[in-house]
């Protein structure tokens, strides 16, 4: 069980759009609809962005959306606001229970 | 409003078992829907999954699996996490959290308690 690949930092303009990738392999990200995202700013717990994919839970911005190909999973943020500065993790189902979660992405709005 | 609270010693020694209990406030856990999970976060570093428990059922990290124990006392409305054998290694920010979507996604979390590793 592997860690999946997130890019080490994307950065933004502010009303800019940016995409985070998530890549891992048919056993995890390719074979199942169940990625995540989370967000976490520096010194706070993780937030939960995008489940099964693509859903939002409730009260997270419409800004905020995820899709998948393959064995790449993408987060896409639009309108890019400061706030959402942070870093940013994708975790997959891997089979047997068990989850797996990517490096990390940090966020910069230039 | 569902609120999840970490506790336990913030240093251990090498090669001693690390302990940590999650008090869940504002529902039961109990309750049938949802797994509860411990994940963790080392200095500067990123996520990992240590493991999750529905009802009596375990499930753990492969690569931690031979140090882990995670139960659940639902009298206190807790559950506890068990490492052994701790290293350096194991130095983190310990999150517990509530899982939902058959265990996939967290969407409630603790604050994170620091555990350092040191003699």
């Known amino acids: 069980q592997s860690a999946l690949t997130q890019p080490a930092s994307v950065s933004g303009s502010p009303g800019q759009s940016i995409t985070i990738s998530c890549t891992g392999t048919s056993s995890d990200v390719g074979g199942y609809d169940l990625v995540s995202w989370y967000q976490q700013h520096p010194g706070k717990a993780p937030k939960l962005m995008i489940y099964e994919g693509r859903k939002r839970p409730s009260g997270i911005s419409n800004r905020f959306s995820g899709s998948k190909s393959d064995n790449t999973a993408s987060l896409t943020i639009s309108g890019l606001q400061a706030e959402d500065e942070a870093d940013y993790y994708c975790s997959s189902y891997a089979g047997s229970h068990t989850l797996v979660f990517g490096g990390g992405t940090k966020l910069t709005v230039l | 409003q569902l609120q999840l609270q970490e506790s336990g010693p913030g240093l251990v020694k090498p090669s001693e078992t690390l302990s940590l209990t999650c008090t869940v406030s504002?529902?039961?856990?109990?309750?049938?829907?949802?797994?509860w999970g411990w994940i963790r976060q080392p200095p500067g570093k990123g996520l990992e999954w240590i493991g999750s428990i529905y009802r009596e059922a375990t499930y753990y990290n492969p690569s931690l699996k031979s140090r882990v124990a995670i139960s659940v006392d639902t009298s206190k409305n807790q559950f506890s996490l068990k490492l052994s054998s701790v290293t350096a290694a194991d130095t983190a920010v310990y999150y517990c959290?509530?899982?939902?979507?058959?265990?996939?996604?967290?969407?409630?979390w603790g604050q994170g308690t620091l555990v350092t590793v040191s003699s």
């Open positions: 504002g529902g039961s856990i109990g309750s049938t829907t949802y797994y």
């Open positions: 959290g509530k899982l939902v979507v058959g265990g996939t996604s967290c969407d409630d």
